[in-house]
Every structure is written in C-alpha cells, then in structure tokens.
C-alpha cells in the first residue's frame, strides 16, 4: 500500500468516525436527523478546517474533495440512528460516543501532524495542527450542544493526541518508514485514549480556589 493511500484513507475513516460521534451526540440530545447531520458535519470536518486555515491550505480540503462532505454527513446520520436503536439507556450511548471519538482522535492526529509537516512547519506547529485536527472538531461539536467539551475535562484527552503526533513527527525524522509511523502512532494515541477512558487516568486537579 503507498504512503497516499495509506493516508487517504486514513484521513477519509477519521471523518467518518468523527462525524458518527456527532450523530451519537445529537440522539443523546434528542436532536432531529437534519441537526445529527450537520453536528456530524462539523464535527468530522471542523479540526481538520482549522488546520488547513491555520496553516494557509486555501481552500480548505473538503472544498475541492466534495466527498467528505457527503462522508460526514452519512457518519452524522449513521450515527444517530444506529445510537437511536440503542434501547438500554444513555450509558451506552455515552461508551459509543467515546470510543467513536477515541478512534478519530488517533486518526486525526496523525493527519494533522503531517499536514503540518508537509506545508514545511516547524515540528512543534506539526505537533499542534495535529492536537487541532484530532481535538477540535469534537470542541465544536460538545460547544453547539452546550455540553463541557471532552478537550477540557479530567480525563486525558488533548495529551492523547499530543503523544500521537508526536510520536509521529519523531518516528520521521529518525528515518522511520511514513507508514509505519503513521500506524504505530495512531495505535499509540488510541491506547493512551482508550486507557483514560477504561481506568479513568487523568490530570490531577488544582482543586477548588473561592
């Protein structure tokens, strides 16, 4: 498999997954198909946008690639009709949202550092357009349904995505094949997510200031 096509796809399951967990999210809130689908929309393509503005990729990517908008919209729909059917409560709702979120996160992150990368930035703006892809579609997603995003929560989330493109960013310059970086590194960012999520791993709290 080549290293575009690695990507391309990569890039293409992270809108997907992403736009799932809006569409999880707008049945959690008892939005219509019309909002899933948009929620979906924004929060598959969101991070990925910003990246692309930040970084001065004009047009952004979806523009000239119309189908990850019809990627996102079908991921939102998906989404929330497949977490509709869901008969025992928000509980699972609420596990489905998370893991669907914890795979974009590594996706997305991975994206995000070698788009940085490869518009010739320094690796420390790579490692943060990769925290942005991976971290804030889902910002805006949590925001528009006026819930505290997962980004400022207790658990470990941004660092997830810090580590992933890292990771990556460090793999390539030591020689490492594209590829392999990209794998090793997605598979890092989803352990470290997936664990916070399992064992409740977070940062420690300042605690309360009056």
């Known amino acids: 498999m080549s290293v575009e096509l690695l990507f391309s796809i990569l890039d293409h399951a992270g809108v997907f997954l992403f736009a799932v967990s809006g569409g999880i999210i707008a049945a959690r809130n008892r939005l219509d198909p019309f909002g899933a689908a948009i929620l979906g929309a924004v929060t598959g393509m969101g991070g990925g946008t910003l990246r692309d503005m930040i970084l001065g990729s004009l047009p952004v990517y979806w523009v000239n690639a119309p189908e990850y908008l019809a990627l996102a919209l079908i991921g939102g729909i998906a989404g929330y009709y497949a977490s509709a059917l869901v008969t025992s409560g928000k509980g699972i709702r609420l596990k489905a949202l998370v893991w669907a979120d914890a ?3 590594s996706v997305f992150c991975v994206i995000g550092a070698q788009a940085g990368l490869a518009a010739g930035a320094h690796w420390s703006i790579a490692a943060l357009t990769g925290v942005m892809s991976a971290a804030f579609g889902g910002l805006l997603r949590d925001i528009i349904v ?41 598979a890092l960012a989803f352990t470290i997510r997936g664990a916070a999520i399992l064992f409740g791993w977070s940062l420690p709290p300042i605690g309360r200031v009056d």
């Open 146 to 186: 006026n819930e505290v995003p997962l980004i400022l929560r207790a658990e470990i989330y941004a660092l997830a995505a810090l580590a992933g493109a890292s990771a990556y960013i460090i793999a390539v310059q030591m020689g490492v094949m594209t590829s392999v970086a990209a794998l090793g590194a997605a």
């Open 103 to 105: 795979a974009g996160l």
